[in-house]
């Protein structure tokens, strides 16, 4: 079992930047693909990007547009979701999920998520 604790969200103005962290414990962070999601009040859960264990990247390309960049550090059990150019139609609780299947994993259903952290954009 894998623990994920995502930490970096608050309030931003319009066009600013953040940077999430998610901390990966309870097993060897290897071979596993991490991602973010993202929910809005009122949406659906959205895919935003993923990277796997040899840095494969994928990202949610309708949504974050070339503004936000995932990227992980082993030694630390981490990965990170860098987010540029921030909007207020970015505001929702990004969620860290894990799994073993990218596939799954990109598609909903990691095994591991962790609690959330709110990010809010002002305009």
């Known amino acids: 079992q894998v623990q994920l604790v995502e930490s970096g969200g608050g309030l931003v103005q319009a066009g600013g930047s953040v940077t999430l962290s998610c901390a990966a414990s309870g097993r060897t962070f290897t071979r596993y693909t991490m991602s973010w999601f993202r929910q809005a009040p009122g949406k659906e859960r959205e895919f935003v990007a993923a990277?796997?264990?040899?840095?494969?990247?994928?990202l949610n390309v309708d949504s974050v547009k070339g503004r936000f960049l995932i990227y992980r550090d082993g030694a630390k059990n981490t990965v990170y979701l860098q987010m540029n150019s921030l909007q207020p139609e970015d505001t929702a609780v990004y969620y860290c999920?894990?799994?073993?299947?990218?596939?799954?994993?990109?598609?909903?259903?990691?095994?591991?998520w962790g609690q959330g952290t709110q990010v809010t954009v002002s305009s």
């Open positions: 999920a894990s799994g073993d299947d990218r596939g799954a994993v990109i598609a909903g259903r990691a095994e591991s």
């Open positions: 990277i796997t264990w040899s840095g494969g990247i994928t």
